[in-house]
């Protein structure tokens, strides 16, 4: 006695689109917590308090943001004398004078290391 199994099945397309329904429907389960979840806010670029004073020193971050350079291009400049040194605050703390920085951006090139 000899059994013949034919494998191939012919599926409705009735009952493919009711599978990709129910597919689609559990997918759409799982994300809906990430897609309802809050994005976060694009960190804050600082930006200046126009109604608050000019501070008498300036921070290295104010520095850098103020010249658009690095740390290590302000800190190579004040070794080679092109820039204003900072003082210092404390211990671990320096800053630079707004005055002398004021002076520098006014003449880069031709700053004499005076302050005014």
């Given at each position: 006695?000899?059994?013949h199994t034919?494998?191939?099945?012919?599926i409705?397309?009735?009952?493919i689109?009711q599978?990709?329904?129910?597919v689609?429907a559990?997918?759409?389960?799982?994300?809906?917590?990430?897609?309802?979840?809050?994005?976060?806010?694009?960190?804050r670029?600082?930006?200046?308090?126009?109604d608050?004073?000019?501070p008498t020193?300036?921070?290295i971050?104010?520095?850098?943001?103020?010249?658009?350079?690095?740390r290590?291009?302000?800190?190579?400049?004040?070794?080679e004398?092109r820039?204003?040194s900072?003082?210092?605050?404390?211990s671990?703390?320096?800053?630079?004078?707004?005055?002398?920085?004021?002076?520098?951006?006014?003449?880069p090139?031709?700053?004499?290391?005076?302050?005014?």
């Open positions: 006695m000899s059994i034919d494998l191939s099945l012919s409705p397309a009735v009952v689109d599978i990709a329904e129910e689609a559990k997918v759409i389960a799982r994300l809906r917590p990430m897609l309802e979840k809050p994005v976060a806010a694009p960190a670029t600082r930006e200046p308090d126009l608050r004073p000019l020193f300036l921070r971050r104010d520095i850098v943001d103020r010249l658009g350079v690095c290590a291009t302000v800190y190579r400049w004040v070794n004398g820039f204003p900072s003082v210092s605050l404390g671990n703390s320096v800053a630079w004078r707004r005055v002398d920085i004021e002076e520098w951006e006014r003449d090139g031709g700053w004499t290391g005076t302050a005014t």
